[in-house]
């Protein structure tokens, strides 16, 4: 059982330069989101998904897309990367992330870096 | 700003001792949950408290919920250096749309 697997693990970018981080979950859970961490920030949610075809936004979602058109699969899209983009991108997914939340199961990160 | 405050931000624990991290929200929270990070790695759950005043331990570690849901605490007797790591805690903020929000974290160091 594979749980959150996350590619790549590891990226740099230039400035201006579009990516897309992908994560995939097999546990068929209907809640996925996208967290970036920065030093003394904690973990701040970007985009999230209650199920397939529905996305919204979290606290930062400037200079990020998501889509999901299934339910394994929640791409993050840097649409023209900036150096405060630079961090570490976690994707997440819980059986529901409505008012009881359920345990959240975290991919492995992936470390962005754009000079 | 932050809804959800944890402090210390970085803890240095003598091997043995013990210590307590807090973690409090703005608001009322109808949950918490509790999460670890070891270094270079991913968050993972520890545990999730519902109930006001709930106090639920994991070996070496007790987790409590506040009486008035808006704090919890975490509280490591005999700190090893498998404890090393940032403890994470998270609840439903209303004003997020009830979505997971994290607190900054409590970076735990232990010294030999």
């Known amino acids: 059982n594979a749980g959150v697997t996350q590619t790549p693990k590891f990226q740099v970018l230039k400035t201006g330069q579009s990516m897309t981080l992908q994560c995939a979950q097999d546990?068929?859970?209907?809640?996925m989101s996208w967290y970036r961490q920065d030093p003394g920030m904690g973990l701040r949610l970007i985009h999230y998904?209650?199920?397939?075809?529905?996305?919204d936004q979290g606290e930062v979602p400037n200079g990020y897309n998501v889509s999901r058109s299934t339910t394994e699969d929640f791409p993050l899209r840097l649409l023209s990367a900036a150096p405060s983009q630079t961090s570490v991108y976690f994707c997440?997914?819980?059986?529901?992330?409505?008012?009881?939340?359920?345990?959240?199961?975290f991919g492995q990160g992936t470390r962005l870096t754009v000079v | 700003g932050q809804q959800v405050m944890q402090i210390p931000q970085y803890q240095h624990v003598q091997e043995g001792e013990d210590f307590t991290t807090y973690c409090n929200s703005s608001?009322?929270?109808?949950?918490i949950q509790w999460y670890k990070q070891r270094p270079g790695g991913h968050p993972v759950f520890l545990i999730q408290?519902?109930?006001?005043?709930e106090v639920k331990k994991q070996k070496r570690l007790t987790f409590q919920f506040g009486e008035a849901k808006k704090n919890s605490s975490l509280h490591i007797t005999a700190t090893q250096t498998t404890d090393v790591g940032t403890y994470f805690c998270?609840?439903?903020?209303?004003?997020?749309?009830?979505?997971?929000?994290f607190g900054g974290g409590t970076r735990v160091l232990v010294k030999p």
């Open positions: 408290l519902v109930k006001s005043g």
């Open positions: 546990m068929n859970h209907e809640y």
């Open positions: 998904s209650v199920g397939a075809g529905i996305t």
């Open positions: 998270a609840g439903p903020i209303r004003a997020a749309g009830n979505k997971l929000t």
């Open positions: 997440a997914s819980s059986y529901s992330g409505h008012q009881l939340n359920t345990e959240a199961f």
């Open positions: 608001t009322t929270l109808s949950n």
